[in-house]
């Protein structure tokens, strides 16, 4: 039972525009919601979180965007560079559980 | 500060046999949590330790344990392995009470069952 789901296994941008990951999730008792970055050969890096309490955060070229009433969240890259290539994997947490929700991951590519 | 490491990094097992993965957290984190990277499900938590002591676990079969030790290293054991535990297995540490944005990952090991 995925309760959060990345839809989307690929992307491919060119350099300069914006990506947009999308990801979904099921359970609305989840208040907390990450990003994370991951390399091949390495571990997963956090990048970017929102509390439900918010509907955006933003930083640097990284801004993600929360719809509650959707179950559903996005992850925006403006400008892309091709160092942004690699697999976004979105996750999910409701406040006093220790573990965390991810998503099957979103392969970036980003052509130069 | 050293990073999260594990070893062995690959590892090759057959069906029916056993094996057990090591995880050295970053020096003062006592939380140690692992995961199961797989194509089709992505990381799936599969339990935490902190204190030597297991706070939480997933929804996975008895044939996965694991134990943590004093100096906060932790290991993870498949018994019994089945094809489809091959995968990439995860851990992560923090310093417990700190949110995930200071959780970090190892590289993972890359167990594969034949």
């Known amino acids: 039972d995925q309760q959060v789901k990345q839809n989307s296994p690929s992307l491919s941008v060119q350099e300069g525009r914006i990506s947009i990951l999308n990801c979904d999730y099921t359970?609305?008792?989840?208040?907390?919601f990450l990003w994370y970055k991951k390399y091949p050969a390495e571990g997963p890096t956090f990048l970017i979180s929102i509390s439900s309490i918010k509907d955006k955060n933003e930083d640097g070229r990284f801004t993600v965007f929360l719809n509650k009433s959707a179950k559903h969240l996005s992850l925006h890259i403006v400008p892309s560079q091709p160092g942004d290539s690699a697999v976004y994997f979105c996750?999910?947490?409701?406040?006093?559980?220790?573990?965390?929700?991810f998503g099957t991951g979103t392969r970036l590519t980003v052509i130069p | 500060k050293a990073g999260v490491t594990q070893t062995p990094r690959y590892l090759i097992k057959t069906r029916g046999q056993q094996v057990t993965l090591s995880c050295s957290p970053i020096s003062g984190h006592r939380s140690v949590s692992w995961y199961q990277q797989t194509p089709g499900q992505g990381l799936q938590f599969l339990f935490e330790?902190?204190?030597?002591?297991?706070?939480n676990k997933g929804n996975f079969p008895g044939r996965f344990s694991g134990r943590q030790f004093s100096n906060s290293r932790s290991e993870m054991n498949v018994s019994t392995l089945e094809l489809g535990d091959s995968a990439l297995y995860l851990c992560a540490s923090k310093v417990p009470g700190q949110g995930d944005n200071e959780q970090f990952f190892g590289p993972g090991t890359r167990l594969t069952v034949l």
């Open positions: 359970n609305s008792m989840f208040d907390y």
């Open positions: 330790y902190f204190s030597e002591t297991q706070r």
């Open positions: 996750a999910a947490r409701q406040t006093g559980a220790n573990n965390l929700f």
